[in-house]
């Protein structure tokens, strides 16, 4: 990464024993990353890590478009802390990047203004009876990744590496913008130049590349897509970025938020048919990966199990550059056995 | 015959030492690094007259020949302490020295621009700040990251100054000026080169500034943006993209440029700050602080313990040699009670 200073900025990541919360719109965007970030901690890390069936939203899509009120989000944060309470556990981990800046924000709001602390524990008891402690630490399941890559490194089977050349694949990553740009000293590298998934690409072999357009958003910014009328600022964003990361030809984009994740892969359907234009020489647009999914693949997970089949931008090509093996006849098969019938073939980008 | 300790050998030093020496006085003049007045020698040209550096530095080096002065360069005095009728010094090797009185002229050092991440010095070439511009000046050959004669480039006053994020709330005074002659000297070495200044507001305030701002636009054909620039990022070409917003059109604005110069602000010393903390005369921001700004702008309040120069707030050359004469005239009073004392 271009800037060195990162180093200084870190933060407290727990070693063990962290309590999940799911986040309500990836399980439907990247329905494998979860999956994924729960066996990574379980299974080759050996970490104790609690998925609780009864949690519910954070509110914070409905907070920041101010659909739902202070005392409400207040409440419900408070609703999933007693849950983590309840079993013990003091170290949450959002599994989303606006969850994170909730959680982040109404907890700096409660050391700020203790009153608000008090009112919420009065609400929530009124509400369901239940009381709570405030979490000792809370990291983002980046974080936690970003905290065990060089163990991750160990167990990996491949390497950001092109096999046919043997150079590093060329990585754009983009930090969710609540993430740090909120509270910059809860982020690893802080706003500027967040380093919690620059680290994880430097460590498994990948290049970071820094573009002109790096800190821009991403084009979902809420309010930007959520009012449909706004919805041509939303693809002018993404535009603007792919258009700055374009020349440095990357081999993919990797990102810690659902909205990003999700804005910078479906635009560029949305930008090929528009203006019949894609992002790479050949037209099959950039690749867009979850943390998750990037450290899935190179632990040797299945690249199907990971559900990349349902990104908009096809990934084969990039399994074919780091040499990951996949089977394109399970490529729509269910976890029942059954082959779905495979999604239309758009005519501007190709897959 | 009275002995005086000047700490600090840079305008202030100087002068303050030259009019004490004159006046009989005996003057040892401290400083850490093995030469004097490292910051005027960094420059190439001075404001408003456009008089080489060099010049001034030659002028101010004479008058160490006084005599009475006794130059003790590369000895960094790190302590003082009062011991009730005189001061004792201490250097970082543990070394002491006395003195009846003692003037703090330790100056200042311009703010790290690598603090402010989001602009990119240190990590982008076309980066580089105000010293680094003058050093280019001075040397006559002003350069993009690759060697080239740059087409376009861009000022940014107020880095490290009136910005609460890096803790510097004050103005440096100085920058603005310099900033417009820096791309006047930059207009006469390159006159195709495209010269912008983004600024907060202008602060003209001495004698021929005003003059100058409006000869770098209407002679040299400078423009000046109201707006802070609030990132730089490099291009895939090696330049260096800026983001900011034109506060007077009131659009937000994208441009790209050969090199971004950073108009360092001016901060309290090293040395300042620790012999500021040592004595207990630090102020805000780490500058020495002073009894009264009006009529005791010499006096830390200690006694025979006096500061002059830019170790107690942003001052141009003249200002911090004015200062010390000041200063020199307040413990040449103080070395005269003592002795009539006596």
């Known amino acids: ?23 309500c719109i990836r399980q439907t965007f990247f329905p494998g990353s979860e999956a994924a970030f729960l066996r990574m901690l379980r299974e080759e890390l050996n970490k104790d890590i609690f ?39 003091e170290n949450y981990v959002p599994s989303c990047v606006t969850s994170f800046g909730v959680f982040t924000e109404m907890c700096h709001m409660w050391q700020e203004h203790p009153e608000l602390l008090d009112k919420t524990r009065e609400n929530l008891y009124k509400a369901c009876k239940r009381e709570f402690n405030l979490p000792k630490n809370i990291a983002h399941p980046s974080d936690v990744i970003y905290h065990f890559r060089n163990e991750l490194a160990e167990k990996m089977k491949y390497r950001l590496v092109n096999r046919f050349t043997g150079k590093p694949l060329k990585v754009v990553e983009h930090i969710g913008c609540h993430y740090a740009k909120i509270f910059p000293d809860k ?52 535009k603007k970025k792919l258009e700055s990361m374009e020349p440095y030809e990357p081999d993919f984009i990797v990102s810690n938020c659902p909205g990003c994740s999700m804005f910078l892969d479906r635009w560029q359907y949305t930008i090929a048919e528009m203006e019949h234009r894609t992002y790479d020489r050949e037209g ?42 996949y089977d394109p006849k399970d490529k729509y098969r269910a976890a029942d056995g059954k082959i779905l019938r495979a999604p239309e073939k758009p005519e501007n980008l190709l897959v | ?50 008089q080489a550096a060099q010049e001034i530095a030659d002028d101010l080096s004479g008058k160490l020949l006084t005599d009475g002065i006794t130059s003790a360069f590369g000895i960094d005095i790190v302590d003082a302490k009062w011991q009730g009728t005189e001061w004792k010094l201490f250097d970082a ?105 983004f600024y907060m507001d202008l602060r003209m305030w001495g004698q021929g500034f005003e003059e ?22 490099a291009t895939f070409d090696g330049r260096v993209q800026l983001k900011s917003e ?54 830390t309040g200690k006694p025979g313990l006096f500061a002059a120069g830019s170790c107690k707030r942003p001052m141009s050359v003249w200002d911090s040699v004015n200062d010390a004469r000041a200063a020199a005239l307040s413990i040449k009073d103080y070395i005269d009670q003592l002795k009539n004392e006596n």
């Open chain 2, 246 to 299: 034109d506060t007077l059109m009131g659009l937000p604005l994208k441009m790209t440029t050969d090199l971004l110069v950073l108009m360092v602000g001016m901060e309290a010393s090293c040395g300042t700050k620790v012999l500021g903390k040592a004595c207990d005369i630090s102020g805000e921001y780490g500058f020495i602080k002073t009894v009264s700004p009006h009529l005791y702008d010499n006096d």
């Open chain 2, 212 to 233: 100058m701002y409006r000869t770098a636009q209407e002679k040299y054909g400078v423009s000046f943006v109201r707006g802070r620039i609030s990132e730089a990022a």
């Open chain 1, 284 to 325: 099959y647009g950039i690749p867009v990966l979850t943390y998750e999914e990037m450290a899935g693949l190179l632990l040797g997970y299945n690249p199907w199990e990971l559900g990349l089949q349902i990104h908009q931008v096809q990934a084969e090509r990039l399994l074919d550059k780091i040499g990951i093996p």
């Open chain 2, 93 to 197: 090797k543990g070394q002491t020295y006395v003195a009846d009185a003692v003037l703090v002229a330790t100056g200042y050092q311009v703010f790290d621009a690598h603090r402010k991440e989001e602009l990119g010095y240190g990590i982008y070439k076309g980066v580089i700040t105000s010293l680094d511009m003058e050093n280019m000046i001075k040397h006559s050959k002003i350069t993009n990251a690759n060697g080239d004669v740059p087409k376009r480039i861009t000022f940014l006053q107020c880095v490290g100054s009136r910005d609460e994020k890096s803790g510097n709330n004050y103005c440096s005074k100085l920058c603005c000026v310099t900033a417009v002659k820096q791309a006047i000297e930059v207009k006469k070495q390159i006159p195709s080169c495209d010269v912008s200044v």
């Open chain 1, 187 to 238: 982020g690893v590298g802080k706003a500027e130049f967040p380093y919690v998934l620059a680290g994880m690409i430097e460590a498994w072999g990948g290049e970071v590349v820094d573009y002109p357009e790096r800190r821009h958003c991403c084009g979902f910014g809420f309010r930007q897509y959520l009012v449909q009328e706004n919805r041509g600022y939303s693809v002018s964003n993404t």
């Open chain 1, 51 to 89: 998925d609780d069936f009864r949690q519910h939203t954070c509110t914070g899509i409905g907070y920041h478009t101010d659909l739902v009120p202070l005392e409400t989000t207040m409440t419900v944060v408070a609703r999933l802390f007693s849950l983590m309470t309840e079993h013990g556990y």
């Open chain 1, 1 to 23: 990464m271009a800037n060195r200073f990162w180093n200084e900025y870190q933060k407290t990541i727990a070693d063990d024993h962290y309590f999940y919360e799911r986040s």
């Open chain 2, 1 to 50: 015959m009275r002995k005086v300790a000047i700490i600090g050998a840079g305008p202030a030093g100087i002068e303050a030492a030259s009019v004490l020496a004159r006046g009989g006085v005996q003057v040892t003049l401290f400083e850490k690094s093995e030469s004097p007045l490292k910051n005027i020698q960094d420059k190439a040209f001075l404001f408003p007259n456009f």
